[in-house]
Nanobody, 127 residues
Framework: VQLQASGGGLVQPGGSLRLSCAASGYNLDYYAFGWFRQVPGKERELVSSISSSSGRDTYYADSVKGRFTISRDNAANTAYLQMNSLKAEDAGVYYC????????????????????WGRGTQVTVSS
């Protein structure tokens, strides 16, 4: 699977951004998608993820719950991360990732399972 993230930029605290992850490949409906954030000096952190097919199951890091929403559009082969009420600590390079996870395997995905990565998109939150 090839992934291309976009939508990053500079936004003021309290503002919003929507990240997009365009995917190409086969059987994309069977892939779960995730958004990771990396800041200098820290490990890449899973921010949010969504299960395959209908995207019924989602995960959010505690720091973004209630502010970020992940979704997927299978017809467009795209996953999204809507980020609202942005804070300075949300800044970083955001990467989208995909993992083969058909059926009810979403809850069993480990961090090391995320194998397909896109290039990152920079999010800067500053006044």
């Amino acid at each position: 699977v090839q992934l291309q993230a976009s939508g990053g930029g500079l936004v003021q605290p309290g503002g919003s951004l929507r990240l997009s992850c365009a995917a190409s490949g086969y059987n994309l409906d069977y892939y779960a998608f995730g958004w990771f954030r990396q800041v200098p000096g820290k490990e890449r952190e899973l921010v949010s993820s969504i299960s395959s097919s209908s995207g019924r199951d989602t995960y959010y890091a505690d720091s973004v719950k209630g502010r970020f929403t992940i979704s997927r559009d299978n017809a467009a082969n795209t996953a999204y991360l809507q980020m609202n009420s942005l804070k300075a600590e949300d800044a970083g390079v955001y990467y989208c990732a995909a993992v083969w996870a058909p059926g009810s395997t979403f809850s069993m995905i480990r961090l090391s399972d995320w194998k397909d990565w896109g290039r990152g998109t920079q999010v800067t939150v500053s006044s």
